[in-house]
């Protein structure tokens, strides 16, 4: 179904759509807290005549209805990181943002999610403004606190669904460092779960010069560290996947003076619920048993975050593709490899158990990297996408996407 011209972006709302994601690339905040964000989304909506609430606080929800047919969600993220921006770019973000603990970070959109508002807000304005050619509602969901996994479970908990028209599918996408232009979809796992812990272990501090006093909990920790790179190894079978990261490790002010506790903090990926409890019970039972083998007190074990599956229903995914190849060429849209990031987007479709598409969105030019200057990664300080054709795709894919469930 090829897009009507009034669905097709004009020079100047192209134009419309670089200020506001330069704006948003400058103004950064952190998940959970993003305040003046959303403020600003809500007056760009509201004054494209949707009606709109807020939703688990800093999330909003702002709805277009044009007479009777599907109910339609998309969904785009609204939270940055926690890191200082090296892009070099007369745009670059030079903002402290706080965190939702009160916490001032530099911080930037290291992970696209600017990219994300902007598209969404230009693919509102363009249905707004072409209500000729399309029926029935659609429900933009501006979500907080991706990179925590708390937005989405958030919204949901907050009555999302029940303030809102229930959606019949929900849609969404993603910037990622491939080729810019292109877009890829992958039909069933798209993404992995994701289970983050805090894991503090409690020791007998002392002098380090009488050990013997003391229960040392940074060998403990050490030793802990050390068994549970074995999970995946030895206990995880060939044919699974599985990724287990400790990414901190804190203990101790001197060094001679053994503390009273280390604190580390471990991050899981997997594709499976089997596979996630295998390897989350694995990882409890190494750190309750060397603690017990140190003569430590059993550790705190505490989540951080938990991602739930990001499943795009395959049958729903074939379409869309089929639509994107259509609009875009066949040599744009193709099937991708699952990823093992992890996206909280699927507790937004699994609530009402509804299909989720959701697809990746190439944003750099390969030829300008090499091996010595690789494509910067999400949440890199250089991660940077090029705004043309970027932007450009992004709402192009959304608004075919959104068009074939309501084109008339």
Same mark, same amino acid.
């Given at each position: ?19 506001? %994601? ?31 609430? @807020? ?10 209805? *044009? ?23 007369? %745009? ?14 530099p911080a930037m959109h290291a992970c696209g999610h600017d990219t994300h508002m902007s598209m ?8 707004? *403004?072409?209500? /000729? ?24 908990? /907050? ?11 929900? %849609? ?26 805090? #894991?503090? =272990? ?6 380090? &010069? ?16 050390? @068994?549970?790179?074995? #999970? +995946? ?10 990724? +287990? ?7 101790? =002010?001197?060094?001679? +003076? ?8 471990? *991050?899981?990926r997997t594709f499976t619920p089997k596979v996630r409890e295998k390897v989350l019970g694995a ?28 499943? *795009? ?36 479709a699994d609530a009402l158990g509804v299909p989720l598409v959701y697809w990746m969105l190439g ?11 690789? #494509? ?9 996408? =090029?705004? /043309? ?13 959104? %068009? &074939?469930?309501?084109?008339?």
């Amino acid at each position: 179904m090829a897009l009507p011209q009034s669905l097709v972006l004009t020079e100047e709302a192209h134009e419309t759509l670089v200020t506001n %994601y330069k704006y948003l690339h400058q103004n950064p905040e952190l998940s959970m807290a993003e305040h003046q964000t959303v403020q600003w989304l809500e007056e760009q909506f509201t004054a494209l005549g949707l009606e709109t609430f @807020r939703c688990a606080g800093t999330g909003l929800v702002a709805v277009l209805k *044009n007479g009777e047919g599907p109910t339609v969600g998309y969904r785009a993220d609204t939270d940055g990181l926690p890191v200082r921006e090296d892009t070099g770019l007369d %745009y670059a973000s030079t903002a402290t943002a706080l965190t939702i603990e009160g916490e001032e970070h530099p911080a930037m959109h290291a992970c696209g999610h600017d990219t994300h508002m902007s598209m969404a807000l230009a693919t509102a304005t363009l249905f707004a *403004n072409a209500k /000729d050619t399309w029926s029935g509602t659609l429900v933009f969901i501006l979500q907080p606190g991706e990179e925590t996994a708390a937005g989405a479970k958030a919204m949901v908990e /907050d009555g999302l669904w029940d303030k809102a028209p229930k959606a019949e599918i929900v %849609y969404g996408q993603h910037v990622m460092g491939f080729q810019t232009g292109k877009a890829t979809i992958v039909p069933g796992a798209a993404m992995a779960m994701a289970d983050s812990w805090k #894991v503090t =272990v409690k020791g007998r501090g002392s002098h380090g &010069s009488m050990p013997e006093a003391a229960i040392d909990p940074i060998v403990a920790g050490a030793a802990m560290v050390t @068994r549970l790179q074995t #999970v +995946v190894s030895r206990e995880i079978g060939a044919k699974d996947t599985a990724v +287990v990261t400790i990414g901190t490790f804190h203990a101790g =002010v001197k060094e001679n +003076v053994i503390p009273d506790q280390a604190v580390f903090t471990l *991050n899981v990926r997997t594709f499976t619920p089997k596979v996630r409890e295998k390897v989350l019970g694995a990882i409890e039972r190494i750190i309750k048993a060397e603690a017990a083998a140190s003569g430590a007190p059993e550790p705190l074990i505490e989540e951080i975050s938990r991602f739930p599956m990001c499943f *795009n229903d395959p049958a729903e995914s074939e379409k869309f593709l089929g639509e994107a190849q259509q609009e875009l060429g066949e040599e744009a849209v193709q099937i991708g490899q699952s990823l093992m990031g992890s996206e909280d987007v699927g507790a937004l479709a699994d609530a009402l158990g509804v299909p989720l598409v959701y697809w990746m969105l190439g944003g750099f030019e390969l030829d300008q990297h090499s091996e010595e200057n690789p #494509v910067p990664g999400n949440h890199s300080p250089f991660f940077a996408p =090029v705004i /043309d054709p970027t932007l450009r795709t992004g709402v192009r894919l959304a608004t075919t996407a959104l %068009y &074939s469930k309501l084109g008339k």
